[in-house]
């Protein structure tokens, strides 16, 4: 008998999970049809019975109320069982499955969820990773706003039965409503229509149960930050910034403790599906490095393939950062390491928006970082990455570092300090805890930047934040660059002797020259973004930050391209 659940190519071996619900179904079908059997089923027999339910209400839609009402009628454990075997059937094969068998999927979602199933918040959870962030398909995009009705129409049974996959829920819908919002299919009504449901829904889960929301911890912060142009969460910006109060959540006094709260690794999951996770979990568990490109490339092509998909990059670096912690065994063997898995993907990315939000990503625990709370295995892949680019692609290290600079600099004005310790006590942590041998890895390499090892000595030099920063503008008015996704701009050539007697390259030298005139401009950008009054805050102007530090990325490679090609012509050609 051919499977009416899903398709299943000739060269493709059978599925246990589709053939175990199909045998059932075969031998029981006679006793699907009433009237049921009054005997109770031993637990063998209420399996099977299980399974030939779920796979008669999944394949004859004509017949699904009856096959429901059976199995109301022999349930013992609260649906348990069947809720286990619907998840089964998400994670294993909903990719496969035919379009009517996912309308049933949704269609007995619903009726688990009416009668508050043993597992159905599960459930719900394992349909949110279907939805593909980057998807811009029928399908996916039907999944969205499918999801999206259970949600909105059995709020009230979700909030007493399980009030946390409201937050699941707004974690996924904010990702999703970033690429919606930045989607080149804006032309789409289906699209238009989703996308006001997302935001209505949203805007209900923060203003209705915030706190709720302060469970998902300081990733929600993160997520929130590339929705700042829809003016609903402008609304929102502005009140986590000035009118904390106004959420009505006893003990809700500052935006910070958003910021100290580290996010539950469960979060990370819920943006990739779980035939992804597999395939990353295989890598980062039996592929050697060395061995990766075939890997890699298949896996791009798999997940990666498509104008919008990139958008997914930033997550997938939160869920190895956040969420695969391999063990000891690992680590010490010959197996790809996280870090360089994210330094492909980040090496992957095309577009600017993307890549700075992969580098946030990446950094986004640093900046927070308490060693009481905080794991260093979510900070352990960013300095890995940089150290180990060293010498040979110092352009990461360089692009990584400056990036990280730029964070403490911008990214939270008003709680500057926190960010300083935060980043701070990652280095020190790294250092104790043996993941580098000490900052001297970078302050003592000679390929590495001067101005970059100056400002990272800097965050040490006293543990006050504000004498940092008033020291840094009066004596070392350049020195850091700003390149967020340069590559191969190592602007390292023949090497000359410096006024001081240390070993300066031509293009080094060069750089540092002409970046006055372009740090000059790019100054004057974020103080003209600065200056605009949203009445957001210093975090709503982060994403601003981006657009004038990222239109500058051609003009200072081709100051960096003078340098290298032109040094001693250089200066004449920039102004």
């Known amino acids: 008998m051919a499977s009416k659940l899903m398709l299943i190519a000739s060269y493709e071996a059978e599925n246990q999970t589709e053939l175990a619900l199909r045998q059932a179904f075969e031998l029981l079908q006679p006793k699907l049809k009433p009237p049921f059997s009054l005997t109770i089923p031993n637990q063998e027999e209420y399996s099977q019975l299980n399974r030939a339910i779920l796979y008669g209400v999944l394949c004859e839609p004509l ?16 649906y348990g069982s069947f809720v286990h075997l619907l998840i089964k059937v998400v994670n294993e094969l909903y990719v496969k499955l035919f379009d009517s068998v996912k309308s049933q999927l949704i269609w007995v979602s619903k009726e688990m969820a009416d009668v508050s199933a043993v597992g159905f918040g599960d459930l719900l959870v394992s349909l949110l990773r279907q939805s593909i962030g980057g998807d811009f398909s029928d399908g996916n995009l039907w999944l969205c706003y499918e999801m999206l009705n259970i949600f909105s129409t059995k709020w009230s049974s979700l909030l007493e039965e399980d009030p946390m996959v409201l937050t ?51 990733d929600l912060i993160r997520v929130l930050q590339d929705l700042v142009h829809v003016p609903e969460f402008r609304a929102i910006w502005k009140d986590l910034i000035l009118n904390p109060g106004d959420f009505k959540t006893p003990g809700f006094l500052d935006i910070s403790q958003l910021y100290c709260t580290r996010t539950p690794s469960t979060y990370f999951l819920l943006r990739i599906t779980p035939e992804m996770e597999t395939q990353l979990r295989f890598l980062l568990t039996h592929v050697k490095l060395g061995s990766q490109k075939r890997h890699q490339s298949w ?10 998909r990139e958008s997914l990059i930033s997550d997938i670096v939160r869920f190895i950062c956040c969420a695969h912690h391999p063990p000891n065994e690992i680590i010490q063997s010959e197996v790809i390491p996280r870090w360089a898995l994210i330094g492909w993907l980040l090496k992957s990315c095309t577009k600017y928006h993307v890549e700075a939000n992969v580098k946030l990503a990446l950094f986004y625990d640093w900046l927070f970082f308490d060693d009481k709370l905080d794991n260093i295995m979510n900070i352990e892949p960013a300095v890995l990455l940089m150290v180990n680019s060293i010498p040979k692609y110092v352009d ?94 190592s602007c390292m050539g023949t090497q000359m002797p410096s006024p001081k007697g240390q070993t300066v390259s031509t293009g080094e030298k060069g750089y540092k020259k002409h970046m006055e005139v372009v740090y000059f401009k790019l100054h004057c950008g974020l ?33 960096v391209q003078t340098c290298r090609l032109h040094p001693s012509d250089s200066i004449k050609e920039v102004h």
């Not at 707004?170 to 997302?198: F, M, Q, V």
């Not at 896996?299 to 919008?308: R, S």
């Not at 290290?397 to 600099?409: G, I, K, M, P, S």
């Open 527 to 559: 103080s003209k973004v600065a200056r605009k009054n949203f009445g957001i805050g210093h975090l709503g102007n982060l994403n601003e930050l981006q657009f004038p530090v990222l239109n500058m990325e051609m003009e200072m490679h081709l100051v």
């Open 396 to 489: 990461m290290t360089h692009t990584l570092l400056e990036f990280l600079f730029l964070l403490v600099d911008n990214y939270d004005v008003d709680r500057n300090d926190l960010i300083v310790k935060g980043v701070s006590s990652s280095f020190t942590m790294l250092v104790r805890r043996g993941v580098i041998r000490s900052l001297d890895v970078f302050s003592a390499c000679d390929v590495v930047f001067p101005i970059l090892k100056e400002r990272l000595l800097s965050l040490f030099s006293d543990t006050k934040a504000k004498v940092h920063k008033d020291l840094d503008s009066s004596q070392h008015p350049h020195q850091f660059v700003i390149r967020m996704g340069l590559q191969n701009s």
């Open 299 to 308: 896996f791009a092509k798999k997940f990666l393939c498509g104008p919008e």
């Open 63 to 78: 017949l699904a109320k009856t096959h429901i009402k059976h199995l109301h009628a022999i349930v013992t454990d609260g």
């Open 168 to 218: 699941s829920a707004l974690y996924t819908y904010l990702r999703l409503l970033a690429d919606h919002c930045r989607s080149i299919h804006n032309c789409n009504p289906k699209l238009e229509a989703l996308k006001r449901l997302e935001i209505e829904f949203c805007v209900r889960v923060l203003k209705e149960e915030f706190h709720l929301c302060l469970k998902i911890g300081r």
